[in-house]
């Protein structure tokens, strides 16, 4: 073997060494300010929650596409979503050429609601001895879980509930202010006049509801149920 030849794969190698420290390193993004961005963003969502609020935030993989932002990263919530549970906040990049990912987090809510403190029949009117709370993620619960007794007192319960059933605002109505059958008062009202008479109603109602009644002469009137057991018309 000559020297020449020797040296040949030699010479090739030092060559694919220099090919290699000649290539520039493809810069990524920081996986870290991705981080701190949506944990920011997070801790201002949460603030006005109830109870305690804590939340974890998957990183980006080191090894991502995204080139290098220069700008200040900006956090939000996509189109429906809220700081709630499992969900994903949004990335974005402003600066050129831009970029937006979504990072994946799951927000905790621990806290009191409340419960049946007692098998409660349907139509039972809430009080507070029938109230009782418990502690848990009001993330894993119905979006509706009830966690203060000023929102079960007084209303009564569309079904039955087990002890220890969470409270849930659906299952809960306001008592019926008028009862069908009832003789109640009506009062219609209208730019210059303001009439009374008097009616059977024909349905019951909550406060706030509309309800039918029959006067005396046969007529049939709309309106809507008051507190104190009459019915309003406005004309």
Not at 35 to 63: H, N
Not at 146 to 158: E, H, K, M, V, Y
Request: aromatic residues 4%; hydrophobic residues 45%; glycine residues 10%.
């Amino acid at each position: 073997m000559t020297r020449a030849s020797a040296m040949k794969p030699i010479t090739l190698a030092l060559l694919v060494v220099a090919a290699g420290a000649a290539s520039p390193t493809l810069a990524r993004q920081d996986p870290q300010p991705v981080r701190l961005a949506v944990e920011r963003f997070l801790r201002g969502e949460t603030q006005a929650l109830p109870g305690e609020a804590s939340f974890t935030v998957r990183d980006i993989d080191a090894q991502n596409s995204l080139p290098p932002c220069p700008a200040a990263l900006e956090a939000f919530l996509p189109a429906g979503a809220r700081a709630w549970g499992r969900t994903a906040v949004g990335v974005r990049c402003r600066a050129q050429p831009g970029w937006s990912i979504f990072v994946p987090v799951q927000v905790r809510v621990e806290a009191d609601y409340l419960v049946a403190a007692r098998p409660l029949a349907a139509g039972t009117l809430i009080g507070p001895d029938d109230l009782g709370t418990r502690r848990g993620d009001l993330a894993e619960m119905p979006a509706n879980a009830l966690t203060d007794p000023s929102q079960a007192i007084g209303r009564q319960a569309q079904g039955g509930f087990a002890a220890g059933r969470p409270l849930r605002a659906d299952q809960l109505r306001a008592p019926n202010a008028i009862l069908q059958g009832q003789t109640v008062k009506v009062f219609a009202r209208g730019p210059g006049f303001d009439v009374s008479t008097e009616g059977r109603a024909l349905n019951p109602a909550a406060a706030g509801q509309v309800t039918q009644v029959r006067t005396a002469g046969g007529r049939t009137l709309s309106g809507l149920a008051r507190a104190d057991g009459a019915v309003e018309i406005r004309f």
